[in-house]
């Protein structure tokens, strides 16, 4: 059993994930869930109004990522880190994010990321 952590610090789930892998060494796994639109229910997809029951369409597994315990919290893997970037659109055509929502998501991620290599190439 892990120890409980103080979810009010603000960076709580890296330092929890940090006393994980690398401290407690223990490995870690997170599971992707995906809710499938069902065409013969009301299911918009641009009003996020309208709950999508999961007794209408249940959570389904579409990803594990298995994290072996390691040592990940060093300068030389966080100056990695923060001259990457990631966001849904690098995946499959057919897996990216749609709608209005997602759409404005997207700049976001975007600028952000722009943002943040300018910000470490001036560093």
Same mark, same amino acid.
């Given at each position: ?25 223990? &490995? ?39 994290? &072996? ?18 966001? &849904? ?35």
């Amino acid at each position: 059993m892990l120890p409980k952590q103080n979810q009010n610090l603000p960076n709580f789930l890296r330092n929890a994930l940090n006393q994980q892998l690398s401290t407690d060494r223990v &490995p870690a796994c997170f599971v992707l869930q995906i809710q499938r639109q069902d065409a013969n229910k009301y299911m918009p997809i641009e009003d996020t109004s309208v709950e999508w029951r999961e007794s209408d369409t249940p959570f389904e597994t579409v990803a594990r990522i298995n994290v &072996p315990a390691q040592d990940f919290d060093t300068p030389a893997l966080n100056l990695q880190c923060d001259n990457q970037s990631f966001n &849904p659109w690098f995946g499959l055509e057919a897996h990216r994010p749609i709608g209005g929502i997602n759409r404005l998501r997207k700049a976001v991620y975007e600028a952000v990321s722009d943002y943040r290599h300018s910000r470490n190439a001036e560093q």
